[in-house]
Structures are given as structure tokens and as C-alpha cells.
């Protein structure tokens, strides 16, 4: 899974992979020519007595060691350019498929384990392509090059070489085969912990209000314990690799010095063959450790690999239609012929034991406001919810103008609806950066005409900066009907057919209530606005009102005729005391 991966990552960096190959080879060859130049001035020159033998290889030695230098350094630069360019679009493709899920998958993997995985596992894999660019791809050449010379210097003394191999090699099998599970688990109790921290960071005030502050620092420290030791078994591990391998390259050094050293004393062999077999000896060791670093990097990267490709390769529950509609229909865009219908719609959860909406029949004419009211839990904002396909049906049908939504693609279905959800979110940026979420090119006056429509003018022309006044995340530096009103007001600047106002108001108060549907109401005139509401004051306009109960139209009407036909609208209404004339 982890080569498939990067096979797929680096074929759009063909030419920068084959440079780095060949920078590496020309590096490892000249690595591999030092020792021979080292030994010749050695044999041909000191222990000779000829200066100008040692000058005309010293120089050939100071070209090669320039070379290795540039080499090395030109490598390692394209090497992390190429690495975090694959890091880049492997980012890019997760958030664009986290885009396309709907909330079932997001919950599935959860948004604290989709968060580590666009970012944690996708460095991991960044680190291990710069370790291959900088050290696998020379290590191969090195090795079989150091075999090869180190031989052709004597071939007694490679026994050495045939015994220490198979030695590190089942080191290093061992510890990369005890470290794969430990770097899997490793990144599931990361995701473990996210999951607490964000929990105890977004409910901190729930968390403080039933003092439960003691019970989450047990729950984060054993989270964190857990953590805490998986990471200690896997670095013990790497720590002892290295003594263990510095241990068998000490005593293969050992033996070559002891019986080079006798063949030196019997004339079998020249000093400077010993001191090249010497450096062939140790660069086929480093060679082999640069190796198996990269090695015990991989099975994290293995492990990250697997969890970006679960992300990657799953399907959303809901996509475009394999067929779609190309273009939006007919008439729609004028804020004509978009009325919508719910012929017998039912929907349920995967693996609930009921259905939460079940045989909802209604249609919202283009011009006029449908209103749904129901206690909580009664399925409101899960039927807003199958209009843009945030949910799709289990059964029935849903159109738009005459169109089946399911016929149309998600993009061009979306774009004809405007949608205030129940939870009034802001991004991080300014006022007006939020606002243009709406239309991309508002101007200003457009801006602050939504602004008024929405009653929210006052209080941004209030801020030091007006329309520049920054946003923290969430909107959290405004108020909830300060927010609420700009999330209205973001909604009317896209000028949509159909409008959602899933329990808009709820925030504000009944004044500002009133003064804000009296002044959108010329807005939206000639769309199709469907309203979730908990208060009767808000919907007593509407053409249309739904009662839902338990899943289902239990009546439908004005407001006047289901005060008389109504027993559930009669509580509902009865039970907020809205008794006074409708302004």
C-alpha cells in the first residue's frame, strides 16, 4: 500500500527523480573512488617517497570530494523539494475527499482522526521520501560497489564481509518486524488523544459547570500514559539498533586491522590496500545502517500510508449521479419554477431501529414560505437536510422545479440553495471575507445591503474596523445572535431560488426578530424559503406550516386554520403564550 502510494505521489516528478538518481550515483561513485585514490597515495607516494605522485592524487581527491559535496547537497535540495511537494498534494487530495463526505463518513472516522491523518500521517510519509531521496537510492551502489572493491583489495580478508552482512541484517529484521505493530498502534492512540483534547477544549465550560475538571485529567493522563509508553517501546527499540550495529561494525573493524595487519607482516598484502579495505568495510556498513534507517522509518509510514488510503478509498454515501444533469433547471436561476416536493419521503440512520422522518408528502411553492414546527427531536432539521443532499433519502422522492435532486450533480443542486444552518458557524478571516462565502464578488454596498436586511449593520459599523473586523474560528468573538445575523446575511448575498433557514431566529430577541423577516421578506419574494422554527411568532406569515411529530405530518396549514384543526399547534402555540396580534 505504502509503494502503490508514493509510485502514484512521484510520477508527477519523473524528471526531479530521475536527477536525484543520478546525483546519488555520481555521489556514491565518487564516495566509492576516495579509498582507491587514499590507498595510492599511500603506496605510490609516502611509503614511495614521491611528492609529485602525492600532489596529482591529492588534487584528483579534492575534485571528487568537491563533487561529492555539490552532489549531496544538490540531491538533498531536490530530494525535500520533491518530498514536500507529494506531502502537498497528498494534503490536497484528503481535504478534497473529506469535502465529498457527508456527515455519516465523517463520523466513521471521526474529525479528530481525519485531522491527524491530513497531517501527522501525511508528514510521516514526507519524511520517509526524504530518506529515500537522500540515503536509499546511494546505499544500494555503495553496498555493491564496497563488495566489489573491497574484494578486488584482498580477497582473504572479505570473509569478514560474507559474516558481518547476514549479522545485521537479521538485526535489523527483527527490530523492523517488533516495530510495524507499535508504529499501527502508535497512531490510533494519537488519533486517541486528539479525540480527548478536543473534547475537553470545545466542552470545557460543560466540563467546569459539573466540575468534572479532575475526572478529564485522569481521562487525558491515561490517554496520554497510553501514548507515552507505545512510544517508549518503539524508541527503545531504534536506540537499541544503533549500540547493536556499532557493536558489529567496531568488531569487524577489529578483525580487519588484526589480520590485515598479519598479511601486511607476510607481504601478502600493501598498507594501503588494508586502509582502502578498511574504508570499503565501513561504507558497506554505513550503507547498510543508512538502509535500515530508512527502514525503521517505513513501517510508520506503512501504518500512515494504510489510514490515508481507508480515507482515500472510501466512497461517499452521497455523490453526483452517475448520469447527472449537466446544468441547473430551466428557470431556476430567475427564481422561477423552483418549487419543491417531497413525495413520501422517509429517512433513517444506518442501523437505527426507526425511521426519523416517514412519509413526508408536502410541496413549497415558488413565492411562498413553508414553515415546519414540531417539538424537538421531531425530525425538522433532518428534512431541511435532504433537500441539498447533506442526507439523502431512504426512500421517496425530492425535487426542485420538477428535477429530482438525485438526478443532479451536488454541485449545481447546492448552488440553488441558500442555507442558514441551525448551528451559526464563521470561519477565520474578516467580516467581509465571511460574508462573500455567499457571492465570491460582492461589492461593498451589496455588503452592507445585506447587512441591513439582516439587522446586523449597527453593530458592524460599531467594530474599529467595520467590514475588515476580524473573525476567530467559529465566530466565537461575536455573540450568538450577532452571529446568527451575519450567517443570514451571508445567505441573502447568494441570491439563491430556495432559501433554508433551519432555526435561524432562535437567538435573537422578538423586536429584532420581527424587523428582520419584515425586511428580507421583500428579498425573497420570488424564492421558495422553507423555515425551521421552535417559536410560533416567527412562522405566523408562512403560506404553508408543517406540524411534524415523531417523524411525520401530523397537520399542515396556515396558522389560522391550524389553530382551529389542530390540537399539537394549539399546545405548541398555547404553551409560549403567543396570544398578541401579529405585527
Known amino acids: 500500500m505504502l509503494i502503490g502510494l508514493m509510485s502514484r505521489l512521484l510520477s508527477a516528478h519523473k524528471g526531479s527523480v530521475l536527477a536525484i538518481v543520478v546525483l546519488q550515483l555520481v555521489q556514491a561513485t565518487a564516495n566509492l573512488l576516495l579509498p582507491t585514490l587514499n590507498a595510492a597515495i599511500i603506496d605510490d607516494g609516502i611509503i614511495a617517497g614521491d611528492k609529485g605522485e602525492i600532489l596529482h592524487l591529492g588534487g584528483w581527491m579534492a575534485g571528487i570530494a568537491a563533487v561529492q559535496v555539490i552532489t549531496a547537497i544538490a540531491a538533498g535540495y531536490l530530494g525535500s523539494v520533491v518530498a514536500m511537494e507529494m506531502g502537498g498534494q497528498l494534503r490536497q487530495e484528503l481535504?478534497?475527499?473529506?469535502?465529498?463526505?457527508?456527515?455519516?463518513?465523517?463520523?466513521?472516522?471521526?474529525?479528530?482522526?481525519?485531522?491527524?491523518?491530513?497531517?501527522?500521517?501525511?508528514?510521516?510519509?514526507?519524511?520517509?521520501?526524504?530518506?529515500?531521496?537522500?540515503?536509499?537510492?546511494?546505499?544500494?551502489?555503495?553496498?555493491?560497489?564496497?563488495?566489489?572493491?573491497?574484494?578486488?583489495?584482498?580477497?582473504?580478508?572479505?570473509?569478514?564481509?560474507?559474516?558481518?552482512?547476514?549479522?545485521?541484517?537479521?538485526?535489523?529484521?527483527?527490530?523492523?518486524?517488533?516495530?510495524?505493530?507499535?508504529?499501527?498502534?502508535?497512531?490510533?492512540?494519537?488519533?486517541?488523544?486528539?479525540?480527548?483534547?478536543?473534547?475537553?477544549?470545545?466542552?470545557?465550560?460543560?466540563?467546569?459547570?459539573f466540575v468534572r475538571q479532575d475526572h478529564e485529567i485522569?481521562?487525558?493522563?491515561?490517554?496520554?500514559?497510553?501514548?507515552?509508553?507505545?512510544?517508549?517501546?518503539?524508541?527503545?527499540?531504534?536506540?537499541?539498533?544503533?549500540?547493536?550495529?556499532?557493536?558489529?561494525?567496531?568488531?569487524?573493524?577489529?578483525?580487519?586491522?588484526?589480520?590485515?595487519?598479519?598479511?601486511?607482516?607476510?607481504?601478502?598484502m600493501r598498507l594501503g590496500a588494508l586502509t582502502a579495505f578498511i574504508a570499503y568495510i565501513l561504507q558497506i556498513l554505513i550503507a547498510i545502517m543508512m538502509a535500515m534507517y530508512v527502514f525503521m522509518t517505513a513501517p510508520r509510514a506503512a501504518a500512515c500510508a494504510e489510514r490515508i488510503r481507508e480515507v482515500l478509498d472510501t466512497e461517499p454515501a452521497i455523490a453526483d449521479p452517475t448520469t447527472p444533469a449537466g446544468t441547473a433547471p430551466a428557470g431556476t436561476t430567475a427564481h422561477s419554477g423552483s418549487t419543491v416536493e417531497f413525495r413520501n419521503v422517509s429517512f433513517a440512520y444506518p442501523g437505527a431501529e426507526a425511521p426519523v422522518l416517514d412519509g413526508i408528502s408536502f410541496t413549497a411553492r415558488t413565492g411562498t414560505t413553508t414553515a415546519i414546527i414540531g417539538a424537538t427531536g421531531s425530525g425538522k432539521s433532518t428534512l431541511l437536510n435532504l433537500l441539498p443532499r447533506f442526507l439523502d433519502a431512504s426512500a421517496g422522492g425530492i425535487s426542485i422545479g420538477g428535477h429530482n435532486v438525485r438526478a443532479m450533480r451536488l454541485e449545481v443542486l447546492r448552488d440553488l440553495i441558500a442555507v442558514v444552518p441551525q448551528q451559526s458557524y464563521?470561519?477565520?478571516?474578516?467580516?467581509?471575507?465571511?460574508?462573500?462565502?455567499?457571492?465570491?464578488?460582492?461589492?461593498?454596498?451589496?455588503?452592507?445591503?445585506?447587512?441591513?436586511?439582516?439587522?446586523?449593520?449597527?453593530?458592524?459599523?460599531?467594530?474599529?474596523?467595520?467590514?475588515?473586523?476580524?473573525?476567530?474560528?467559529?465566530?466565537?468573538?461575536?455573540?450568538?445572535?450577532?452571529?446568527?445575523?451575519?450567517?443570514?446575511?451571508?445567505?441573502?448575498?447568494?441570491?439563491?431560488?430556495?432559501?433554508?433557514?433551519?432555526?435561524?431566529?432562535?437567538?435573537?430577541?422578538?423586536?429584532?426578530?420581527?424587523?428582520?423577516?419584515?425586511?428580507?421578506?421583500?428579498?425573497?419574494?420570488?424564492?421558495?424559503?422553507?423555515?425551521?422554527?421552535?417559536?410560533?411568532?416567527?412562522?405566523?406569515?408562512?403560506?404553508?406550516?408543517?406540524?411534524?411529530?415523531?417523524?411525520?405530518?401530523?397537520?399542515?396549514?396556515?396558522?389560522?386554520?391550524?389553530?382551529?384543526?389542530?390540537?399539537?399547534?394549539?399546545?405548541?402555540?398555547?404553551?409560549?403564550?403567543?396570544?398578541?396580534?401579529?405585527?
Open 426 to 583: 464563521l470561519f477565520t478571516g474578516t467580516v467581509a471575507e465571511n460574508l462573500r462565502f455567499g457571492s465570491a464578488a460582492a461589492d461593498e454596498p451589496e455588503l452592507w445591503q445585506a447587512l441591513e436586511a439582516a439587522q446586523a449593520a449597527d453593530f458592524v459599523r460599531a467594530l474599529p474596523l467595520g467590514l475588515e473586523a476580524p473573525v476567530s474560528q467559529g465566530g466565537t468573538n461575536f455573540s450568538g445572535g450577532e452571529r446568527q445575523r451575519l450567517c443570514i446575511a451571508r445567505a441573502l448575498l447568494k441570491n439563491a431560488p430556495v432559501y433554508l433557514f433551519d432555526d435561524s431566529f432562535s437567538a435573537l430577541d422578538y423586536g429584532t426578530d420581527v424587523r428582520l423577516r419584515a425586511a428580507i421578506e421583500p428579498l425573497l419574494c420570488s424564492a421558495t424559503v422553507l423555515i425551521v422554527a421552535e417559536r410560533v411568532s416567527t412562522i405566523v406569515d408562512a403560506g404553508l406550516i408543517l406540524v411534524l411529530e415523531d417523524g411525520r405530518v401530523v397537520a399542515q396549514g396556515t396558522h389560522s386554520e391550524l389553530m382551529e384543526s389542530s390540537p399539537s399547534y394549539q399546545e405548541i402555540a398555547d404553551s409560549q403564550l403567543v396570544l398578541e396580534e401579529t405585527p
Open 218 to 268: 485522569r481521562r487525558f493522563d491515561e490517554a496520554n500514559k497510553d501514548l507515552t509508553r507505545n512510544n517508549l517501546k518503539s524508541a527503545l527499540l531504534v536506540a537499541a539498533m544503533m549500540p547493536m550495529i556499532m557493536f558489529v561494525v567496531n568488531l569487524s573493524s577489529v578483525f580487519v586491522v588484526w589480520f590485515g595487519g598479519h598479511r601486511i607482516d607476510s607481504g601478502e
Open 95 to 209: 481535504f478534497a475527499k473529506v469535502q465529498s463526505f457527508s456527515s455519516q463518513e465523517v463520523s466513521v472516522f471521526g474529525a479528530p482522526s481525519l485531522v491527524t491523518r491530513a497531517t501527522n500521517d501525511v508528514a510521516q510519509i514526507q519524511n520517509l521520501a526524504i530518506l529515500i531521496f537522500i540515503m536509499l537510492i546511494a546505499a544500494p551502489a555503495i553496498f555493491i560497489g564496497g563488495i566489489v572493491l573491497a574484494v578486488h583489495q584482498d580477497v582473504v580478508l572479505s570473509w569478514i564481509v560474507v559474516v558481518v552482512i547476514p549479522v545485521l541484517t537479521v538485526i535489523m529484521t527483527v527490530i523492523v518486524r517488533r516495530l510495524i505493530p507499535l508504529y499501527r498502534q502508535g497512531q490510533g492512540l494519537l488519533d486517541r488523544i486528539g479525540r480527548v483534547l478536543r473534547e475537553q477544549i470545545i466542552g470545557a465550560n460543560v466540563i467546569r459547570g
